[in-house]
């Protein structure tokens, strides 16, 4: 689609943000309208910083300002202002795909039997900590190797057979975002750790096979389930879905 000459294009744009007001009802202020002519300016540093204020303001209030964002990339006159909507609406998205799904936690685990409790006569089933995934829940809220899970919620073990199967049941019960507790023997004392889940990523399931793909592919398979979440977003909103 050519683009429309610069000197109608903010008639176009003003006619467009009252249109949309008018019928959706929405009570959510847009940006200044100074922002949003620097969208389109000639200077790359400009249209650079007004994305990024753009892309404060909706971080603000992500529901209402996903619908704005989904209108204006899809009626703006201008095909790379539209660009830059779809991109900061793509960043809010990509939010939400992050709190959706299973929960996570990112270790590779193994059950033990026997495992001595300070304070109680009978030993616990453990959940033994044999690797850390870099830049997962487990690594950002400080498990180590060698650290043994002995609670995690209200869940103790009864059995070494089931219990990696039950830990994972549990924290894929959850949602990323959430905040869970475990009881760790560390040092020949139990202690409490608050851990905020992630979102459980493609791949993840080598771990059960002492397999850990390296960063590029996790990457690599994180960003193309992103991709797909939001076409699936933004085909669905153009459904009316």
Known sequence: MPRLPR??????????Y????????WALEPPPNEVLGKLGSE??????????????WALKDP????????????????????KRYTSVL??????????????????????????????EKAPRVGI???????DSAASKAGLVVGDV???????????????VEQFSTWV?????????????????????LDLVLGRRPQGAGMLMFGELPDSETLAREEQAAKDTYFRNWFERRKAGK
């Open 128 to 134: 033994s900590v044999n690797l850390v995934v870099p």
């Open 18 to 25: 009252w249109a949309l007001t008018l019928t959706s009802g």
């Open 43 to 56: 200077s790359y540093t400009e249209r650079i910083g007004a994305q990024g204020v753009l892309r404060e």
């Open 90 to 119: 793509k960043d809010l998205i990509d939010q939400e795909y992050l709190k959706d799904g299973e929960g996570y936690v990112g270790i590779m685990m193994m059950a033990i039997n026997q495992v001595p409790v300070p304070g």
């Open 63 to 82: 529901e209402p300002a996903k619908g704005w964002l989904f209108e204006h990339s899809i009626g703006d006159p201008d095909p790379e202002i539209r």
């Open 172 to 192: 894929r019960g959850h949602k990323p975002g959430q905040k869970v507790t475990l009881k760790l023997l560390r040092n020949g004392k139990v202690i409490p």
């Open 149 to 163: 899970i002995v609670e995690a919620g209200d869940q103790i073990w009864k059995e070494p057979f089931t219990a």
């Open 7 to 16: 000197q109608i294009q903010p008639l176009c744009r003003g006619i467009l």
